[in-house]
């Protein structure tokens, strides 16, 4: 921690504000706000949309009988899926949206509704 502490004194690093004035800004910050949440809500998948193709992929799996298949299902006590079955799933459902679902997150999609809910709210699901 000292070492942090005595590095951290040595390196200063000189911050010159580019904008001295905010009334000066050539896009009020407003405009500037509303075009972030643009982009970023447009970005998120239409939950209808997730839950037919989480749906088709769980249907797919080859250990699940697609007549028990639901938007409600649980992996385990609706279609007799133990955890590895789960991970499987999981993973179907990473290459079915194209990104990474990091283990903490993983280990908490226990059903059908609970992909659903995460995928719809994760801004890289493609």
């Not at 992909?115 to 994760?122: G, L, P, T």
């Amino acid at each position: 921690m000292a070492a942090r502490g005595a590095l951290l004194r040595y390196l200063r690093v000189n911050v010159n504000p580019t904008i001295q004035n905010p009334r000066e800004c050539a896009l009020p910050f407003s405009v500037l706000l509303r075009r972030f949440s643009e982009e970023v809500r447009g970005s998120f998948l239409d939950k209808s949309e997730v839950t037919d193709r989480v749906l088709s992929v769980v249907k797919n799996f080859q250990k699940v009988d697609p007549s028990k298949v639901s938007p409600k299902s649980h992996f385990q006590n609706d279609l007799g899926l133990d955890s590895l079955d789960t991970v499987e799933v999981v993973m179907a459902l990473e290459e079915e949206f194209g990104f990474e679902i990091p283990d903490t997150d993983a280990d908490k999609i226990h059903s059908i509704n609970l992909a659903v809910d995460f995928i719809a709210s994760h801004p890289q699901a493609k």
